[in-house]
Structures are given as structure tokens and as C-alpha cells.
Nanobody
Framework: QVHLMESGGGSVQAGGSLRLSCAAS????????MGWFRQAAGKEREGVAS???????RYADSAKGRFTISRDNAKNTLYLQLNNLETQDTAMYYC????????????RGQGTQVTVSS
């Protein structure tokens, strides 16, 4: 059974950093693209970053230069390093299997909340 679990969210001040993790189980991550997307209260879902099975990364314009997506296939874990956080980054962050910015996911986790205060 496929299961994704995000962790690492929290409350930080603007300019701070967080590292999100997405632990996957029930399948081998090597063969799948993975990605992060977020949804702020009252707003539509927004793709943040993705990484394919070759390690090719893609980022939303809002994430470029500040966020870094990576994966450790040996640990079946996806990461998102968030640096220089801004208040508009406040959202629930989700990881999704198969997500590639312009494609849908087939499984996602329950999300981890990131709150950035000024």
C-alpha cells in the first residue's frame, strides 16, 4: 500500500529556513517522479518543485533560488529545503507521487503546515 508522510513544517520568521521531508513506503521511489505543491487558505493549489527519476528538477518561479528539491532513493525520502522564507510561502505543503509541475499525482501525503511571520 502506497503511503506518503510529510514532516518538517513549522512556524518561522521571514528569512528563516525549514527542511521538509516526505517519507514514502509501499513502493520504490526510484522509478517515479516526485514533487511538492502547496495550498494556502483560500487559494488554489500551486506547484512548488518536482524531481524526476533521472534527478531533473523543476521549480515554480516563486521557488527558484530559494527552495531546493532533492531525493534519497536509498531512504525512499523526498526533501524540500526552504530558505529565505517569505510570508507568502505560508501554506500547507504536500508531496505527491508522479507530480511534475504540469502533471497530476496519484498519491499524496496529508501535508505539513508552514507558517511564516513577518
Amino acid at each position: 500500500q502506497v503511503h506518503l508522510m510529510e514532516s518538517g513544517g513549522g512556524s518561522v520568521q521571514a528569512g528563516g529556513s525549514l527542511r521538509l521531508s516526505c517519507a514514502a513506503s509501499g513502493y520504490t521511489t526510484n522509478y517515479y517522479s516526485m514533487g511538492w505543491f502547496r495550498q494556502a487558505a483560500g487559494k488554489e493549489r500551486e506547484g512548488v518543485a518536482s524531481i524526476d527519476y533521472l534527478g531533473t528538477t523543476r521549480y515554480a518561479d516563486s521557488a527558484k533560488g530559494r527552495f531546493t528539491i532533492s531525493r534519497d532513493n536509498a531512504k525512499n525520502t523526498l526533501y524540500l529545503q526552504l530558505n529565505n522564507l517569505e510570508t507568502q510561502d505560508t501554506a500547507m505543503y504536500y508531496c505527491g507521487r508522479g507530480f511534475r509541475m504540469d502533471t497530476e499525482y496519484d498519491y499524496r501525503g496529508q501535508g505539513t503546515q508552514v507558517t511564516v511571520s513577518s
